[in-house]
């Protein structure tokens, strides 16, 4: 009946499609086969399966329009899949992209949906030592979560806090790999003021790093340094040998980052990383490659 006579559904719905199907509006009966002749591919950043339940995670650091009409297919898709409920959780530290997300997107009249929002408001901007030494993760969120614009002071026992308790973390078991991909992020993420007057208060107070990961990573530099030192003068020798460790931390961050998440880097990219030692430029790519959905969009 209502293939022969469309207006029937409208009159049937009341006041539900009232405000979109205008009386007058033209209506065409299409094809109902729902198959793409160009299927997309959708992949999420995560998703974990547990007893009657499964979590798509999804980092998100920018507004993206396009991500709220991709994330409800996730739900959907693996919901058909897996026959049980699905959630969908976005992680930002953004608070822009916090309110974008938590408004979600109306797939048709009065049915909004919206994903599990996990942002600025609920995260920890200043986790004690201890904290991050059973959350190693909480250091980096917290880092990201500083404010670039706000007082050296303020910023500073933020930023001590998180990298001692990296040191503790690893001193407890925390493998090096990652407390170092960890500390990379942290230093990265951190406003330049607040990691200078960190660098300059250890040296000052002569601070002795307690893990392994923690010696061997600073000694990268001073190593360097020191071989260089000879034919260049100790000073510049040092300086330039902590740039160089610095710059190959950034690339191995970047390139554990791409292959955790699944991003192929041709030999060539792979050539391009390892040979920058623009540290500006190594930290965008290591934010890029945790937020694009193909390799080669880590470079543009």
Known sequence: MI????????????????????????????????VSLAPIERRADLVLELPGLTVVVEAQLRVDAKKLTAWPTYQVLLRSRSNHPVAVVVLTTKRSVERWATAGIELGPGQVWAPLVVGPSALPSAPSREAVARNPELAVLAAELMDPHSPVDEGLPTLRTAVHGLDDAARAGLADDTAELYLDAVLAA?????????????????????????????????????????????????????????????AEALLVVAASRGLKLSAAERELVSECTDLATLDRWVVRAATVGRASEIFE
């Open 190 to 250: 951190a406003p330049e003021a607040v990691r200078r007057a960190l660098e300059a208060e250890m040296e000052l107070r002569n601070y002795e790093y307690k893990s392994d990961f923690a010696k061997k990573y600073v000694a990268i530099g001073r190593a360097e340094g020191e071989a260089r030192g000879e034919a260049r003068g100790r000073a510049e020798g040092e300086a330039r040998g902590r740039a160089e460790g610095e710059a190959r931390g950034r």
């Open 3 to 34: 293939r022969r006579n469309p207006s029937l559904l409208r009159s049937l719905t009341g006041d539900a499609l009232a405000n979109v199907w205008m009386a007058d509006a033209p209506v065409s009966v299409v094809d109902s086969q729902l």
